[in-house]
């Protein structure tokens, strides 16, 4: 069986609170050989680490605080988490970054916890998942401030340009979602100047859900959608597409454990 790795998924969320044995059973019956979660906000951390948990060789978790959950109070959210990066060793620093998508209002406090939570992934050599929504210039301004940052370009949708400026500003992947299925997208023809070595797999689950299940809830298990979406970008079988995104993967989380 080809196995695949889903690098960003948040199946910890009450969204599949009454079937998350099934949804697991699926996902390794697709290929899925890891799934790694990263955290949004202070009420996430226990239910992933409650995943992670019971299904302790199968989940890697990360700690960071998303930019659309960062607060007025961010300083003591981040003391929450940080408290936490010390008690657990989580693969990485994730899911931070800037989203000026929903709102402007509260850019200076999301570029000021982006920075801190930066400056952890520095000083812990742990690699960073980066969120940015409608912020690329803004992200790659403070990205570029930080020598030695490694890790991945979360839910990647830019152009050409966009995606050269990323791999230039860092050891950084682009992770590819169910968008890359969409049909009015111009990320398959985006990604021809990418190279495959660059690219993880990932779902965002629940959401992004690739075609044809578009508008319901995403699944682990639809990660072989994708990566057969990438065999015809890349014009290679969808067995070097596992093997390549899941050596990525590994590459990109070297240090887990």
């Known amino acids: 069986m080809i196995k695949f790795v889903d690098t960003h998924s948040h199946i910890y969320q009450n969204d599949y609170i009454e079937d998350i044995d099934d949804v697991i059973r699926d996902a390794k019956n697709a290929g899925i050989d890891k799934i790694y979660l990263p955290n949004v906000d202070l009420e996430s951390i226990e239910p992933m680490h409650q995943l992670q948990s019971k299904y302790p060789d199968y989940f890697e978790i990360m700690m960071g605080l998303h930019p659309t959950s960062v607060e007025k109070d961010y300083q003591k959210q981040l ?60 992200t790659l301004e403070i990205v570029t401030k ?6 991945i370009f979360h ?47 990932e779902t965002d689950a629940p959401y992004l859900t690739p075609v044809p299940y578009r508008g319901k ?27 390549i995104t899941t050596q990525n993967a590994s590459n990109a989380f070297r240090k887990c454990k």
């Not at 930080?146 to 890790?151: E, I, T």
């Not at 809830?217 to 093997?243: C, F």
């Open 217 to 243: 809830r995403n699944h682990p298990s639809y990660i072989p959608i994708i990566a057969k979406q990438l065999a015809e970008v890349y014009n290679t079988e969808i067995d070097e597409i596992g093997a």
């Open 146 to 151: 930080f020598n030695g940052l490694r890790g």
């Open 79 to 138: 003391d929450i988490i940080h408290t936490h990066l010390h008690q657990y060793d989580y693969c990485a620093i994730g899911e931070i970054g800037i989203d000026l998508y929903w709102s402007k209002e509260l850019i200076a406090e999301q570029q000021k916890a982006f920075k801190i939570q930066l400056q952890w992934a520095i000083e812990s050599d742990k690699p960073v998942v980066i969120h940015t929504r409608d912020s690329l210039d803004e």
């Open 155 to 201: 839910s990647f949708g830019g152009n050409s340009d966009d995606a050269k400026r990323i791999l230039e500003a860092g050891d950084f992947y682009l992770g590819i979602n169910g968008v890359v299925t969409f049909k009015n997208t111009t990320l398959r023809e985006t990604l021809k100047s990418v190279p495959l070595e660059r690219i993880v797999l």
